[in-house]
């Protein structure tokens, strides 16, 4: 082999091996450069205390709170819808049935619908059309749930994450042995007690991984709740399904484009940044590490 | 002793090894296979309610034919009593009634591309003649501005698409060359351990949230571009391309991985056979092999930057502008929704247009995403399997 080109392919490995640290390069200095902004005003006090003089001081606890409740009402919607769907594909479902075949390109589709189009059939079909009509029906046409709120927000969000769900549960139960579902009816159990007792139990940890990942994504998505139910500030917390709510995300962007101080408040929006980060994080961090796990498991 | 009833117990017929109906079992399947139709159920929900609040515009684009014609009518009376002794009035209408028949046809038969130039002159002619908000929408829709919240209301889309394609172009030329030569650094080269590394920080890039990434990118990003190219605004198409480039790149990054990694073992095991290097192997063997998955890999990054909301509101400056300068600000299709949809007047023409805006980038992200999965898999099943049996 010709000298020449052997130049030639070191310059080309050097090149794909300089695009994967340059990736890793960015990724280190976004999370240097946001826990450097952000460390000196995040504290205990920060996490737990509401803001004050119209948010130029003071903590996040709202947003926090108001996040923490959006993730659990969506995972309360999402998971077991998530998880039932992928039983559906993976026990009851023919591989190459039409339907199966339809509803994966649904659930792709679903996880590639843009984020802000969540946040319009949001404000189009349950603040809109639902919300609207049970206010028709059961209140005589008083505003309550024809508007923005949590519980709005949070199915909006559930229909993002379902995606995410179905395809960590899916994995998951591939890995359940095909032995041990035979066992089971072998032993007389029917389909239905196998699926519970067996496949189920066997497949926790994707569920569990699924749910992570659903959180993850849902703590951090923006764009579906910016008219489904996000408040820029609340005095008192959200304490029925049809209040507002703040939220991380939404905090942040507020804080540095639409608020009449951005200077002023930078370490605030450097801290809130840091926390959503942090969280998003090490949601995604467990939910790697519980996954190569289970991967090792199905080798 | 113990023979008879052991045989009393188990006594198999026809009849008893039917499979016999349980309600629970039944139950359970019609339920599951209920709740598994939900995904299917939402899709077709998103299109039918995102569509639907977009639909006033096109049935008050009848009205507005209407109230044309009659406008009209009223001109061609007037111009023909002022004809001949007004020739400038003759001048500054004369060429109006053929403009506006050409408006009224393309409106009823919903064609939205039009010519920029007669575009222009309607847009001029609503200067003059001041409709109510309500019925100037749907003949700017294909005009060149974008102003939404004035007495004259414009819903000019071309520099909203203008500025999308612009921002989408400039994150994909970052992120593809970037991303498809990682995956092929960390499928070909990277020894096991590094690609253990690689792989799951990737991953982890793809769950920052895209607001982070915004935030990152108009406080740091564009400070830092500021400094080395020395332009006057902050925020720009650039710093947005780049900052899309950090959420498109972990999506093309993993299916091309994907893709390289299914390339047939056998493919390389020849190559290298015959004589060649690893790296003339992965360039010309596995890379080739992989084209469908990588294609698929951009489209999907298309996709993903086309709708992002986050980063184009936080770092691209939002005017709506037309030019092709790359350091010029711009306004996306989804930032004007995320913008403007939470100060809009519920059921006005601005929140029509939007969902319209909405439906668009609906259709337009469902159009990838099938023309990925249908491409690829016919190619791939094609190539390997096909040749392969």
Redesign the interface.
């Known amino acids: 082999m010709s000298r020449k080109k052997a130049i030639t392919g070191g310059l080309f490995v050097g090149l794909t091996a300089f695009s994967a640290f340059l990736i890793i390069a960015v990724i280190i200095i976004l999370l240097v450069v946001i826990i450097i902004g952000g460390k000196d005003t995040f504290s205990w006090e920060f996490l737990t205390a509401f803001p004050e003089d119209g948010m130029m001081k003071g903590g996040i606890f709202p947003a926090i709170y108001g996040t923490a409740l959006l993730v659990v009402i969506m995972s309360v919607a999402a998971v077991p819808f998530g998880t039932i769907t992928a039983i559906y594909l993976t026990e009851y479902a023919h591989e190459k049935s039409i339907l199966a075949q339809t509803i994966r390109f649904a659930v792709r589709t679903l996880a590639t619908v843009p984020s802000i189009i969540f946040g319009l059939f949001g404000l189009g079909f349950f603040i809109k059309f639902v919300g609207s009509g049970m206010d028709d029906v059961f209140l005589g046409g008083q505003l309550k749930w024809g508007q923005p709120n949590i519980l709005w927000a949070s199915l909006t969000m559930a229909l993002l994450t379902l995606p995410v769900v179905i395809v960590s549960v899916e994995e998951a139960i591939r890995t359940v042995p095909r032995e041990m579902r035979e066992a089971s009816l072998a032993l007389g159990a029917t389909k239905w007690e196998t699926i519970r007792r067996i496949v189920i139990p066997g497949s926790r940890s994707g569920i569990m991984t699924g749910t992570i990942l659903a959180v993850s994504r849902g703590a951090g998505e923006v764009a579906p709740i910016l008219f489904t139910g996000a408040a820029y500030y609340l005095a008192t917390l959200p304490t029925s399904l049809s209040d507002q709510f703040m939220n991380l995300g939404y905090h942040i962007y507020i804080m540095a484009t639409q608020s009449a101080n951005v200077d002023q408040t930078l370490p605030i929006q450097f801290a809130t940044t840091m926390v959503l980060l942090m969280l998003t994080f090490i949601l995604n961090l467990t939910a790697v590490i519980i996954r190569s796990r289970l991967r090792r498991k199905a080798k | 002793m113990e023979e008879p009833t052991i045989k009393n117990k188990f006594v198999f017929s026809r009849e008893s090894l039917k499979k016999k109906f349980?309600l629970?079992?039944f139950l359970?399947?019609k339920?599951?296979?209920g709740?598994?139709?939900?995904?299917?159920t939402?899709?077709v929900?998103?299109f039918f309610?995102?569509f639907?609040?977009s639909l006033p515009i096109f049935q008050s684009k009848n009205k507005e034919a209407v109230k044309v014609e009659s406008v009209q009518k009223q001109e061609q009376y007037g111009a023909d009593e002022t004809a001949v002794t007004n020739a400038a009035g003759q001048e500054q209408y004369g060429d109006v009634p053929a403009d506006r028949t050409n408006a009224a046809g393309q409106e009823q038969y919903g064609v939205t591309e039009t010519d920029s130039l007669m575009t222009e002159n309607q847009v001029q002619e609503e200067d003059t003649i001041v409709y109510g908000s309500d019925e100037a929408t749907f003949k700017s829709l294909t005009g060149t501005q974008w102003l939404p919240v004035s007495d004259n209301p414009r819903y000019g889309l071309i520099p909203l698409f203008v500025g999308t394609l612009k921002i989408t172009l400039i994150a994909i030329l970052f992120a593809a060359?970037?991303?498809i030569?990682?995956a092929?650094?960390?499928a070909?080269?990277?020894p096991y351990w590094l690609r253990e590394?690689?792989k799951?920080?990737?991953?982890?890039?793809a769950?920052?949230?895209?607001?982070?990434?915004?935030?990152?990118a108009?406080?740091?990003m564009a400070s830092f571009f500021q400094s080395i190219f020395g332009y006057d605004g902050r925020l720009n198409a650039f710093v947005g391309g780049v900052a899309m480039a950090?959420a498109a790149?972990p999506i093309i990054?993993t299916i091309t991985e994907d893709a390289l990694t299914a390339v047939p073992q056998t493919y390389t095991e020849a190559s290298l056979a015959l004589g060649a290097?690893?790296?003339?192997t992965a360039?010309f063997v596995t890379l080739p092999a992989a084209t469908p998955g990588i294609f698929a890999a951009i489209l999907?990054g298309i996709?993903?930057v086309?709708?992002?909301?986050?980063i184009a509101?936080?770092a691209t400056g939002n005017a709506a502008m037309t030019g092709i300068n790359p350091f010029e600000s711009v306004r996306t299709l989804?930032a004007t929704?995320?913008a403007e949809?939470?100060e809009v007047v519920?059921g006005d023409t601005h929140y029509n247009v939007?969902?319209l805006i909405?439906s668009l980038?609906?259709v337009f992200?469902?159009s990838?995403?099938?023309l990925a999965?249908f491409y690829v898999k016919g190619k791939l099943v094609k190539r390997f399997q096909g040749k392969q049996s």
């Open positions: 349980r629970s079992e359970s399947e339920i599951i296979t709740v598994a139709f939900l995904s299917i939402i899709i929900l998103i309610f995102v639907k609040e060359p970037i991303a030569l990682a092929l650094f960390s070909s080269f990277a590394i690689i799951p920080a990737i991953e982890l890039l769950g920052f949230p895209s607001v982070v990434i915004g935030f990152f108009l406080m740091v950090l790149i990054y290097t690893r790296w003339q360039l999907l996709g993903r086309f709708g992002e909301t986050m509101l936080m989804a929704i995320g949809m939470a519920f939007l969902f909405g980038l609906f992200t469902f990838l995403n099938a999965e």
